[in-house]
């Protein structure tokens, strides 16, 4: 029998992070897991701990390791306790580890997948941000480092699949679907009176609050698109984006000799994450199969640009290079969580995100900058929210 696969996780307790050791659990013994990562959710991060025998862990804060400390205590497990973005950086640089899934939510991950690519580790992507925001600095380090991304997210996995076994540069065209949102009906005029409530119901996939309003406004495949030109080495302009509001086909490459491939499958992350973690092997595992002849109509349409503003401006900051995406990214996190609020409308979400991308410093990607252009955004739309809403 082979040794188990020794895996990092960061973002453990999350929407990803969960899910990966749900894949984890059902392929035992294949995986042994070497160190976890949260922000502050400490008492599943340490049940996580005692379950998978953890022997390092990190937390979010320095304030957060006493509280770890005890959730540990409770569960009688013993571990290494870290923190902060050092504590990530540490774990996913550990000698052992042979891979490191980065489910971070946020730009706090960009740093400690750069560490683990520094080492030569595999990287199991699903954090958006990290390419988005980072991607003119990470990619030329895979290449040096001849280490490879897996992505997770389930448009880039889809695409990733269909590449096996295609020849270097026979892509045509990408075809990254979208669900399109609960608004891709709604006239364009209505989209104002959208309530936090409403945006938050997707229609066919189950997902945190924030990538579910960033799939409303359509801003979770603008992000896609700047990830998938990083990942796949194409201009944007090859990258188009279809709406498919079934969720079944979760993406398309045509090449150069008019073929077109599609990855289909039911929409559950756990399918990409186990494609991530066993790459180039497919596990016979009991995931739920999608069977064919219930979904009689599949259907694909272009995107409304107008109404939905966000691709446009991934298009801009891919354009303009340097840390607009960056920016693009930060600012929209910060107009999502005064939308959620009710201090901007659903629409006003668009227009931050628009005034941050006319009004930053344009610097070139270091990972300094890119923390202070994200860090900048973030503060230009919650002080604009504010001056706004203030009398
Ligand atoms: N959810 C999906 O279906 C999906 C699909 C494709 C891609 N993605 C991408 O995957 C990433 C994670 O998404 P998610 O939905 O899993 O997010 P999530 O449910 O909000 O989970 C985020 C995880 O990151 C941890 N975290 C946040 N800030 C941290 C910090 N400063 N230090 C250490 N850990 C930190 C959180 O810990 P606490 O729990 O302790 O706060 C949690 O474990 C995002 O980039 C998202 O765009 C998600």
Not at 53 to 82: D, F, M, N, Y
Request: aromatic letters at 4%; one cysteine or more; charged letters at 20%.
């Amino acid at each position: 029998m082979t040794a188990p696969k020794k895996l990092v996780l960061l973002g453990s307790t999350g929407s990803i992070g969960t899910q990966t050791l749900d894949i984890v659990r059902r392929l035992a013994p294949r995986f042994e897991i070497a160190g976890l990562a949260a922000n502050r959710n400490a008492s599943l991060l340490a049940s996580q701990a005692k379950l998978f025998q953890v022997p390092c862990v990190s937390i979010g804060s320095e304030t957060g390791k006493e509280e770890l400390a005890a959730a540990l205590k409770e569960t009688g497990h013993k571990a290494e306790i870290l923190c902060g973005v050092e504590g990530m950086c540490h774990l996913a640089s550990l000698a052992e580890a042979e891979m490191v899934v980065v489910a971070v939510a946020g730009a706090i991950g960009i740093a400690p997948t750069l560490a683990a690519i520094e080492q030569g580790k595999q990287i199991g992507l699903a954090s958006k941000e990290v390419l988005v925001a980072a991607g003119a600095i990470t990619m030329p380090l895979v290449r040096s480092k001849k280490c490879s991304i897996l992505p997770i997210d389930s448009e880039h996995s889809a695409i990733f699949q269909c590449l096996q076994g295609a020849p270097d540069k026979s892509i045509e065209r990408i075809l990254l679907t979208a669900s399109g949102g609960p608004f891709r009906t709604l006239p364009a005029h209505e989209l104002k009176c959208v309530t936090p409530q409403q945006a938050l119901r997707h229609p066919t996939w189950n997902m945190g609050g924030l990538v579910t309003i960033n799939s409303a406004t359509l801003m979770n495949k603008a992000l896609e698109v700047i990830e998938a030109c990083w990942l796949f080495d194409v201009p944007e302009n090859q990258v188009e984006v279809v709406v498919h509001p079934q969720s079944i086909v979760h993406s398309m490459v045509r090449f150069h000799d008019g073929s077109t491939l599609a990855q289909m499958g039911l929409p559950d992350m756990r399918l990409p994450i186990q494609y991530a973690l066993v790459w180039p092997d497919r596990v016979n595992t009991d995931l739920p199969r999608m069977e064919v002849s219930a979904y009689a109509n599949l259907t694909f349409e272009a995107p409304d640009e107008e109404k939905f503003p966000a691709l446009r401006m991934a298009r801009q900051a891919l354009g303009e290079g340097g840390v607009a995406a960056a920016v693009m990214n930060g600012a929209n996190e910060t107009a999502v969580e005064m939308f959620l609020k009710e201090r901007i409308t659903f629409s006003g979400m668009g227009e931050m995100v628009d005034r941050a991308l006319q009004k930053h410093e344009r610097k070139e990607v270091t990972l300094q900058n890119v923390l202070e252009a994200d860090a900048w955004a973030r503060n230009y739309v919650r002080e604009t929210c504010l001056s706004v809403n203030t009398p």
